[in-house]
């Protein structure tokens, strides 16, 4: 597919043509050859023709692949790994892409190396469930989807952590961080229903009859994976319960400003 997509579109920039540092007028011609090199291995690996030579060949494309991606991560160079059309474009490389061109290398060794040997029948089982779980990875890493819960939509991996990155980054947080001084402690975090909600402790106005003050921002998750943030301010009370979470290294440094009196920028 990612051949076809080349011959195809023909000429499509990417982060590789500048760390190849190629023209485009012979970007075209170069990327019509790689994915017409790409569907003649492809058609030798799928029909068993010549197993040896389509190993090796499909084996140095991962090779090539890798390094080149590794180089335009390294280098910062700006655009996608310029693999298929319909994928999302991307600023910079990820490590998907590396991880996809990695998995065509050791599916080129894979097959160099069975290719000698003569597979009995009680081996095709296995084989099947290898090509298999290869198909499954890989497209795990070509398709682009929302990893978030079905019901909230909330992030499916570290979802305490992503809100509260969301919280910090908010503008209320930094409004609310300049009118009432330095974090004393927290956050607190519990979640309720679609909403995660930090409590942070400051100290409160010398003149109050109270010793400090809550900051509730509670984080709350729409459809569609929209987000809200919702903040409040409570004289004397506690935090609520829940699990003590870490800061983010911005915040810290933004509360560290305030003590000494400094406006903070972060």
């Known amino acids: ?45 799928c ?10 060949v499909m084996a140095a494309l991962g090779a090539v692949f890798t390094v080149l991606l590794v180089q335009a991560r390294r280098g910062r160079a700006p655009g996608g790994c310029g693999c298929l059309s319909w994928r999302r474009a991307a600023d910079r490389i990820t490590w998907r892409a590396i991880a996809r061109a990695g998995c065509v290398l050791a599916a080129g060794v894979a097959d160099l190396t069975a290719a000698p040997i003569a597979l009995r029948q009680a081996d095709h089982a296995w084989f099947a469930l290898g090509a298999l779980t290869a198909a499954l990875v890989y497209t795990l890493l070509s398709v682009q989807w929302p990893a978030r819960t079905l019901r909230c939509r909330r992030s499916l991996w570290f979802p305490a952590r992503n809100a509260l990155r969301t919280v910090a980054g908010n503008a209320m947080f930094g409004s609310f961080l300049d009118s009432h001084g330095p974090l004393l402690s927290g956050p607190r975090y519990r979640r309720v229903g679609c909403t995660d909600q930090f409590s942070f402790i400051v100290p409160a106005e010398a003149d109050s009859a109270v010793r400090h003050r809550e900051l509730l921002f509670d984080v709350v998750h729409g459809a569609a994976g929209a987000v809200a943030v919702r903040a409040a301010v409570r004289d004397g009370a506690r935090p609520a319960e829940g699990r003590l979470m870490k800061l983010p290294a911005t915040v810290r440094i933004r509360s560290a400003s305030k003590v000494t009196g400094h406006e903070a920028t972060t």
């Open 47 to 56: 029909l068993g023709a010549a197993p040896v030579v389509a190993g090796s």
């Open 1 to 45: 597919m990612a051949g076809a997509a080349k011959i195809w579109r023909g000429g499509a920039d990417s982060a590789i043509r500048r760390v190849l540092r190629i023209r485009p007028a012979r970007w075209r011609l170069l990327e019509c050859a790689a994915g017409t090199v790409e569907c003649a291995t492809a058609a030798a690996v």
